[in-house]
């Protein structure tokens, strides 16, 4: 059973670069085909995918977001990790995990973490 969690800090200060983790078990983030997704859900508004790094280590970002998001992973640690520079009110969200099966849509997502609310706030 693959299972995803989120960590990171719960509040981060406008402009400043939010950064959060997800560390995977059950599960290699190196197995073909997975892709290994970033997603974000503002109050009140619907499931935004972010970006996502493959199971090669390439990288795929949302067009709108591409500017500021950076995803790496550390392979030892089954990890991957998001960041997301000069933050302001609009990216509080919760954000989430997830695995996608060979594909990175947000239909192809099967495994997901828990989510973690993220606030930007002075």
């Known amino acids: 059973q693959v299972q995803l969690q989120e960590s990171g800090p719960g509040l981060v200060k406008p402009s400043q670069t939010l950064s959060l983790t997800c560390t995977v078990s059950?599960?290699?983030?190196?197995?073909?085909?997975?892709?290994w997704s970033w997603i974000r859900q503002p109050p009140g508004k619907g499931l935004e995918w972010m970006g996502a790094?493959?199971?090669?280590?390439?990288?795929y970002y949302s067009p709108s977001l591409k500017s500021r998001t950076s995803i790496s992973r550390d392979t030892s640690k089954n990890q991957f990790t998001l960041q997301l520079s000069s933050v302001t009110p609009e990216d509080t969200a919760v954000y989430y995990c997830?695995?996608?099966?060979?594909?990175?849509?947000?239909?192809?997502?099967?495994?997901w973490g828990q989510g973690t609310q993220v606030t930007v706030s002075s």
């Open positions: 997830a695995r996608g099966e060979r594909g990175y849509g947000l239909g192809s997502h099967d495994y």
């Open positions: 059950g599960g290699s983030i190196t197995t073909n085909y997975y892709y």
């Open positions: 790094i493959a199971y090669s280590g390439s990288t």
